[in-house]
């Protein structure tokens, strides 16, 4: 079992910047991949960014690339996301998830563990 405790949410102005942090209990993180996923209001929930448990293997969606970074420590069971050069359409509620398959996955269906989700709203 896996809990995920996400962190570093808040108003930032279009440009700014954001750390997202997800702390995973658990003595099995270091062998799953980990997501971030985010839910606009009114929208469905989508992906951002996936990292494998190796940190060898990475991707992140169309939108957010060349201004999102996934990023992972095993030794502290944490997971992040930097977010930099932010739009008003990234405003969200950011998700951090588990998957202890261990794939490479954009799919909300493949990841078993997930947060309670940190609130990003960026003002234009």
């Known amino acids: 079992q896996v809990q995920l405790v996400e962190s570093g949410g808040g108003l930032v102005q279009a440009g700014g910047s954001l750390r997202l942090s997800c702390a995973a209990s658990g003595r099995t993180f270091s062998s799953y991949t980990m997501g971030w996923f985010r839910q606009a209001p009114g929208k469905e929930r989508e992906f951002v960014a996936t990292?494998?448990?190796?940190?060898?293997?990475?991707y992140s969606a169309d939108s957010v690339k060349g201004r999102f970074t996934i990023s992972r420590d095993n030794a502290k069971n944490t997971v992040y996301l930097q977010m930099n050069n932010l739009k008003p359409e990234d405003t969200a509620v950011y998700y951090c998830a588990a998957d202890s398959r261990a794939r490479l996955s954009s799919y909300l269906k493949d990841y078993n563990y997930w947060g309670q989700g940190t609130q990003v709203t960026v003002s234009s």
């Open positions: 990292i494998s448990w190796s940190r060898v293997s990475r």
